[in-house]
């Protein structure tokens, strides 16, 4: 099995870009699809981004489309979330999941342990 673990969370301040990291051990990333979610404080776990193994297709929740990009490195088993133009609705424990697609979590296996993304306003 695959085991994502997320970085690259941090304290940023409205507007600013943040760049999340999802690394696979285990086996190769190269043979899932990826997803990203995240929970905010006191609310469900959501849907954010999706990639494929190739990297070929893709799509994103309305509340992040045209500020967030997700991509991958699969020479360095990696996979990317790109976040622009951030807000403070963005604030939430941002996980990586592999294993498989869609909008919901139950589609996905494998589960990283999550990295929190704070925006300032």
């Known amino acids: 099995q695959v085991q994502p673990v997320e970085s690259g969370g941090g304290l940023v301040q409205a507007g600013d870009s943040l760049r999340l990291s999802c690394a696979a051990s285990g086996r190769t990333f190269n043979n899932y699809n990826v997803g990203w979610f995240r929970q905010a404080p006191g609310k469900e776990r959501e849907f954010v981004a999706a990639?494929?193994?190739?990297?070929?297709?893709?799509y994103y929740a309305d509340s992040v489309k045209g500020r967030f990009t997700s991509s991958r490195d699969n020479a360095k088993n990696t996979v990317y979330l790109q976040m622009n133009s951030l807000k403070p609705e963005d604030t939430a424990v941002y996980y990586c999941?592999?294993?498989?697609?869609?909008?919901?979590?139950?589609?996905?296996?494998?589960w990283g342990q999550g990295t929190q993304v704070t925006v300032a306003s």
């Open positions: 990639i494929s193994r190739s990297g070929g297709n893709g």
């Open positions: 999941a592999a294993g498989g697609w869609g909008t919901e979590e139950y589609n996905y296996s494998y």
